[in-house]
């Protein structure tokens, strides 16, 4: 899949996916490769980043499995900028279902 694809609807993917639950990184990573493949180095900058910015606040757990994870929450503030990413990904990407059905006849598939 295109790099710049990925990089564009990453945020999003992330913050979405924290919507219902409070997730931490590897699990977030996990998550989306089901979808498409992203490295596990991508995730991490962009969380610092979002936390940063009032999206996310973070706690520690303990984990079964090794040591504590640190799980993100969607804060008001993110699920609000979420939102806002969500609806202006539905307009784009109808707008370019639109342009692809246009320019490329049946014939053409």
Same mark, same amino acid.
């Given at each position: 899949?295109?790099?710049?694809?990925?990089?564009?609807?990453?945020?999003?993917?992330?913050?979405?996916?924290? &919507?219902?639950?409070? *997730? =931490?990184?590897?699990?977030?990573?996990?998550? +989306?490769?089901?979808?498409?493949? +992203? &490295?596990?180095?991508?995730?991490y900058?962009?969380?610092?980043?979002?936390?940063?910015?009032?999206?996310f606040?973070?706690?520690? &757990?303990?984990? !079964?499995?090794?040591?504590? *994870?640190? =799980? =993100?929450?969607?804060? %008001? *503030?993110? *699920?609000? =900028?979420?939102?806002?990413?969500? %609806?202006?990904?539905? !307009?784009?990407? !109808?707008?370019?279902?639109? +342009? +692809?059905?246009?320019?490329?006849?049946?014939?053409?598939?």
């Amino acid at each position: 899949m295109n790099v710049q694809f990925k990089k564009g609807v990453l945020e999003m993917c992330v913050l979405v996916l924290t &919507a219902k639950k409070d *997730r =931490y990184g590897y699990e977030l990573v996990n998550k +989306i490769s089901e979808k498409f493949l +992203i &490295a596990e180095g991508t995730v991490y900058p962009l969380l610092r980043r979002l936390t940063q910015e009032g999206y996310f606040s973070t706690y520690l &757990a303990e984990s !079964t499995e090794g040591p504590p *994870r640190k =799980y =993100y929450r969607l804060t %008001a *503030r993110g *699920r609000e =900028y979420m939102n806002q990413l969500v %609806a202006e990904w539905s !307009t784009f990407s !109808t707008g370019v279902d639109q +342009i +692809i059905l246009e320019g490329i006849s049946d014939d053409q598939r």
